[in-house]
């Protein structure tokens, strides 16, 4: 019998496997030694539970430059993007309707700012340069009397270009606009420092760095005075912003996530650039490839590439029992779409339709990268053979 191939897993950008010392931390609360009451009730157990959030939520406060009553616990990035766009702009609709955004942000920002013009309100969707990142002179342009908010990602997750946040912050704090950031792809791998950089709102996911799925984080810089409406009604946990019981063993593994994270940003960012410069080279020895995004501005974390008359969809359909890649939209059929991202870029033709997306962790070793290639290069060969 053939034994079965393991299959590589690049597609860290999608997700991370939880790290083991994170894994035994949410254990803990989950086995009931401490912390399983519900941290709402008054009763000790209860009180056992809130002392815990409480510290995790100043673990993550710390680690941002924030303030612990600043950090808002919500199930991820898409939710806390909601409530940042949609919690700012009826908040307030007095003072002004419309919004700043790209045409290159992730689909929980411009399907967000899809509702709010089916509200009434106004949108600008910046295009980004051909390199992949939004110039901040546009950002200045676009800005209008009654512009209330300007999002923008601060890592691209489909190219890994990394956008001009401090720039942007910076033109958005002079007009007095309030400027929130989609650091999915970003929190945990660079540091971000809340203090130095004036952004409003920073959302977040814990999966995106080793941390469990269904948990992330809406930072709200000076809460006590910037006013958010609540999409969700209930209780009053999270300030009034988020009701619902607390789920404490996914922020403790939040928390623990992002500490480590931050304990081995020093050590992860060169290895994991080794790892993708490794990759491009010999890749390109094998196959010409084209990289899209700017590699002068762009995280080690993602490539986005394509194979000259490859599509993405044979390539990831030759290699979905070898290598797991991420590729442009993929809709409920399954099928893979062209990127929204790559055309808002002015890609078009071979480049766009046979871009894929491979991300890289700091647990991958250049010896998974180096059969990563071979198997990417013979599935190319087998594809090329078919064509003729």
Request: aromatic content about 4%; overall charge negative.
């Amino acid at each position: 019998m053939h034994s079965a191939v393991k299959v590589l897993y690049f597609d860290t950008a999608a997700t991370t496997p939880v790290a083991p010392d994170v894994l035994t931390q949410m254990v803990r609360i989950l086995s009931g030694e401490q912390g399983d009451a519900n941290p709402s009730s008054t009763h000790l157990p209860g009180q056992t539970a809130a002392a815990i959030i409480a510290a995790a939520r100043a673990e993550i406060a710390a680690e941002l430059g924030a303030e612990p009553d600043e950090v808002i616990f919500t199930s991820g990035a898409t939710e806390a993007n909601n409530l940042a766009l949609q919690g700012v702009a009826l908040a307030h609709a007095a003072q002004g309707r419309h919004l700043v955004t790209s045409a290159i942000e992730h689909k929980s920002v411009l399907a967000c700012c899809a509702a709010l013009e089916r509200k009434g309100y106004e949108v600008t969707c910046l295009t980004p340069n051909r390199q992949g990142w939004v110039e901040p002179e546009s950002i200045r342009a676009a800005l209008r009397q009654d512009t209330l908010l300007v999002s923008l990602m601060h890592t691209n997750n489909e190219t890994g270009v990394l956008q001009p946040i401090a720039e942007v912050a910076e033109v958005a704090a002079e007009a007095g606009v309030l400027f929130h950031v989609d650091a999915a792809q970003s929190a945990g791998k660079f540091a971000i420092d809340l203090q130095q950089l004036p952004i409003d709102l920073l959302s977040f996911s814990a999966h995106k760095f080793h941390g469990p799925k269904g948990v992330g984080c809406l930072v709200v810089r000076n809460r006590r005075h910037l006013r958010l409406q609540a999409l969700m009604f209930g209780g009053s946990q999270e300030f009034g912003l988020r009701p619902g019981t607390l789920a404490t063993h996914q922020i403790v593994g939040l928390s623990a996530a992002l500490t480590l994270a931050a304990r081995r940003r020093e050590a992860d960012l060169p290895q994991v650039a080794g790892l993708k410069r490794q990759f491009l080279e010999q890749l390109g020895s094998r196959q010409p490839i084209q990289v899209h995004g700017d590699p002068t501005h762009c995280s080690p974390y993602i490539v986005n590439f394509a194979i000259p008359g490859i599509s993405s969809t044979a390539l990831i359909n030759q290699l979905a029992t070898e290598v797991a890649l991420g590729s442009g939209s993929a809709c409920s059929s399954g099928a893979v779409e062209p990127s929204p991202v790559l055309r808002a870029m002015g890609i078009e033709d071979e480049s766009l339709y046979g871009a894929v997306r491979l991300s890289f962790s700091r647990d991958h070793t250049p010896a998974e990268v180096t059969l990563a290639v071979e198997r990417i290069a013979a599935a190319a060969q087998r594809i090329q053979e078919f064509a003729c």
